[in-house]
């Protein structure tokens, strides 16, 4: 086998066939609907090859020899999802679905809609072979669809200030192993990452420090919209968080009335947890939950925000479950749907909440007890999901709070299977996570992601029927060019042999 495709596609057939060369006069071909997924795969190709190629778009998409031609079909058969079934998630499988064929008379991908393009392109990126006769695309044949629905990462923009320079490169990362959720947490005791209309305080007294002092940041409502484009243009839905009602020094620090007593916190450079919490008793409680959620669903396009829940360790449960009931209650007011930590099952959640699973030392009695009052649940167990955990003992960056999370770990597991109590059916899928205590820069940050991302998604799109790590290994072992060409920084884990 000669191509390395990541996450495994459901069917891939090599062709005995030559490859197809791309020149200066290779033509893309498109109509109006695949224009986003066109114009994204002349760029990377550009990138990749050095060749701009225009995009044409026509009514009519007919075959032109070694031309590169993008088409709906809204007819398109969706692979089987295997045995072990699949679970629901943010997308139906066949709006992901896609089939590639390439030989040397031309590149054919079709889906059933814009997304499936997207996916598709992503594939033909790691395709491109470069060589002394120029660029090439092996004659292949793919069919294609996720397992799980949501696919996500999720990424501390708190902790350190990530960007949208470096978050843009983060979603190209996504894109090319066919992630499509971008959670970002976007609050905690070190600072306040989103600029609210309603509450401008927020940003001006608690954006400008971060973990031991470091420089801060925020989104402005440009930044933030021109961001969650980006993610649009390629298959990437951004979550928002605000965590509430514990992890929220950096809004006590901005508003003393939500403080008792009136008299703001100082700032916080640390990175314990658990110290901080709102007050439901406080007039100004209520007014804040609203305002924060409504702004945050005013800007924010995708179906999805995320109310926190996490670590509130010094509440009494009845507080608690007002405080995260008051936050749920405004998400699904401004109709938008509600997703919390693990905590959040504790208190009766609503049906459709997404509760999302990070610490698998807790009683899986009230996720069972949620599910069946018709939530779902989102995995990511920290002990193969996040990111932000040491590889080894050696490693100089991150935690290690549960272990070590090497890429066996990140990707020999089944997201479906893990809970007692809970069925598969009620899993939506996994996500990644990377929180930022001792990451500053874009070095730090891809360095952990990569290679374990990789794994975490071959986790999300590929069934687990046909998952197979000695497979994965040999196929991830060509990938750092990849990364190299996009100036990414990565980890050479020793449970994998490097080509090059």
Known sequence: MTVHIVPAPAVLVEQPAPPLLLGAGTRLLTCEAGLPAATLLAEVLARS???????????????????????????????????????????????????LDVDSAGLLLRARGPLGLARGVATVRQLVELGGHGARIPAVQVEDAPHHGWRGLSVDVARHFVGPAVLESVIDLMWLYKLDVLHLHLTDDQGWRLDLPSRPELVARSSGSAVDGDPGGAFTARTWADLVAYAADRGVVVVPEIDVPGHVNAALHACGDLVPGGEPTPEYHGIEVGFSQLTAGLPATSAFLRDVFTDLAHLTPGPYLHVGGDEVLTMAHEEYADLVGQAAAAVRAADKLVVGWQEVATTSPAPGTVVQVWDLRQDPAPLAAAVQGGALVLMSPATRAYLDLKYDPTTPLGLDWAGHVEVHDAYDWEPATVLPGVPGRAVVGVEAAVFTETLRTRDDLMWMLLPRLPALAEVGWTSPDTRDWDDFRRRLAWHPALWAADGNAWHPSPQIDWVG
Do not use: I, N, Q
């Open 49 to 99: 090859t050095g060749r701009a190629l225009e995009v044409e778009v026509t009514d009519a998409v007919t075959a032109v020899p070694g031309a590169l031609r993008l088409e709906l079909d809204t007819d398109l058969p969706v692979p089987a999802p295997g045995a072990a079934g699949h679970a629901p998630g943010l997308a139906a499988r066949a709006e992901e679905a896609y089939r």
